[in-house]
């Protein structure tokens, strides 16, 4: 149920950017609040609230620097959201009122105006060494997320995001994936605890660590990216700026092993 809300979000953001470029404006922003709205009907509620805020955020960003006309579009893009989750929300909300949720680690069932306790979110948070392990070679996984990338997934990444940086777009998932990785820390972030106390609904949302989808997608993306700039540089200097890439990381794997080994 999880999976099935996050295979949408390359969709919801396709069309969002779509928009905010002036491609088509109102009908992507109405293909994108359609996406992210059949994303709400898939069954778990955290990927969908944690991707519906992000593209709230960016709206904001991209209104702030295109003015009405962005404005507008996410307008639309929210409407057709609402309306397209509705037949999912709505009557859950209505249930949720008269429903109790079990949230696990001996806490009792809550009702719908009890706030998830922060004790929950601490047990679900990744810990610092989860942002290490987006290159280490040996995978882990918390709760039902797993940080790891891969070495050339993170250098290509890492690649087009300097190769790209003029690009709105290039920034703008570099900021998502930044977001969602300091969010998915949970308790080890003073950003998770403040949006816990004042972004209405987001106590709902008790493993953190499910934001680190976004950083996968965003990171996906920028790798993207960076294929694109290795086919644009001449052979030769394409070689040498992967290799270079490639070597940091390296270096990285090494020492953190190091680390590893000696902190046992």
């Known amino acids: 149920d999880v999976m099935n809300s996050a295979v949408w979000t390359p969709v919801v953001a396709l069309f969002l950017l779509r928009a905010v470029r002036g491609e088509r404006p109102a009908a992507s922003a109405a293909l994108g609040g359609l996406a992210l709205g059949a994303a709400w009907l898939c069954g778990h509620h955290e990927i969908p609230m944690l991707v519906s805020w992000a593209a709230l955020a960016s709206w904001l960003f991209y209104a702030a620097r295109r003015g009405r006309r962005v404005l507008l579009a996410g307008a639309v893009f929210l409407l057709a959201a609402g309306l397209t989750s509705a037949v999912q929300t709505w009557p859950t909300r209505e249930f949720a009122r008269v429903s109790h949720r079990w949230i696990g680690q001996g806490y009792g069932p809550i009702g719908w105006k009890d ?33 790891f990338l891969g070495v050339a997934a993170v250098s290509l990444a890492t690649m087009g995001l300097a190769m790209k940086w003029k690009d709105t777009g290039a920034r703008w998932l570099a900021a998502v994936a930044g977001g969602a990785a300091v969010y998915s820390l949970g308790a080890l972030s003073p950003l998770h605890g403040a949006l816990y106390a004042v972004v209405p609904m987001l106590q709902a949302a008790r493993v953190p660590v499910r934001a680190f989808h976004l950083v996968n997608f965003a990171v996906a993306v920028l790798a993207a990216y960076g294929i694109d700039s290795l086919l644009e540089e001449p052979k030769g200097r394409a070689g040498r700026r992967l290799s270079a890439a490639a070597a940091v990381y390296g270096v990285l ?5 190091a680390v590893a080994a000696a902190t046992g």
């Open 253 to 257: 794997i090494l020492g953190a092993q």
């Open 115 to 147: 706030a998830v306790p922060y004790g929950v979110h601490t047990t679900y948070s990744l810990p610092a060494r989860g942002l290490l392990e987006m290159v280490l070679p040996r995978p882990t996984r918390y709760a039902d997320a797993s940080p």
